[in-house]
């Protein structure tokens, strides 16, 4: 399968907590990236983090890569009922982006 | 900022038919777009590249005559799901990557039903 894998499957938290996501992917890339996905919508593009960074921070997202390990987590810090939404990895290697299994992020108010 | 148009945002259609679905960029040129295909509570699955002005580039598994691409200008593809069958339904998505921005801009999305 061309597809990395991302974990938890499904995340439940309160308003006002942190939600870690992580991402697993199978080949060299150029950057990972991190999408959200609304309900039936498109994707949004929320970061991009080179090959060659370890960590980058964007507003409430911190991202962090492990080459080495092939690995890649998403932290949302003082999440909100909006933040409620699917989110995805996305490993870009010879310009074409292959996507993570995805994580279904539940913010409860 | 950059945006990618997508229509229909909704089609259903018989069993057999074919249906044609639009990716434009409103605001920056395209030499390259993607189409991916999406089953519900799943990941996104790249399709093809579909490349202004040359053929498309399909992933391993896709059907080139069932999923017919072109890119005839530099700010529009089309995706053309031809003989389509219920298996068909799924929502498809399509992208493009503006120059000057670093992630890829997608479309709203096209849901087709195929009944």
């Known amino acids: 399968s061309q597809q990395g894998e991302e974990d938890p499957q499904a995340l439940s938290i309160q308003e006002g907590e942190n939600a870690t996501m992580n991402c697993s992917y199978k080949?060299?890339?150029?950057?990972l990236q991190w999408y959200r996905q609304n309900s039936g919508r498109g994707l949004v593009h929320l970061i991009l983090?080179?090959?060659?960074?370890r960590e980058k921070h964007s507003g409430r997202l911190r991202v962090t890569l492990d080459t080495s390990k092939k690995s890649s987590s998403l932290l949302i810090t003082a999440s909100r009922a909006a933040d409620t939404a699917s989110y995805f990895c996305a490993s870009e290697g010879g310009n074409k982006l292959v996507f993570g299994a995805g994580t279904i992020l539940r913010v409860k108010s | 900022g950059a945006v990618v148009s997508q229509h229909p945002s909704r089609v259903i259609c018989k069993s057999g038919t074919s249906v044609k679905i639009e990716c434009r960029s409103l605001d920056f040129q395209a030499t390259t777009m993607f189409w991916y295909r999406q089953f519900p509570k799943q990941s996104l699955m790249l399709m093809a590249t579909?490349?202004?002005?040359?053929?498309?580039?399909?992933e391993q598994g896709v059907e080139k005559d069932k999923f017919l691409i072109n890119h005839a200008s530099l700010t529009l593809s089309t995706l053309t799901v031809t003989s389509a069958h219920p298996e068909d339904s799924s929502f498809y998505i399509c992208?493009?990557?503006?120059?000057?921005?670093?992630?890829?801009?997608f479309g709203s999305g096209t849901r087709l039903t195929v009944v």
């Open positions: 080949t060299s890339i150029n950057n």
């Open positions: 983090i080179r090959s060659n960074e």
């Open positions: 992208s493009a990557r503006p120059v000057s921005v670093y992630g890829y801009t």
């Open positions: 579909s490349n202004e002005g040359s053929k498309a580039t399909y």
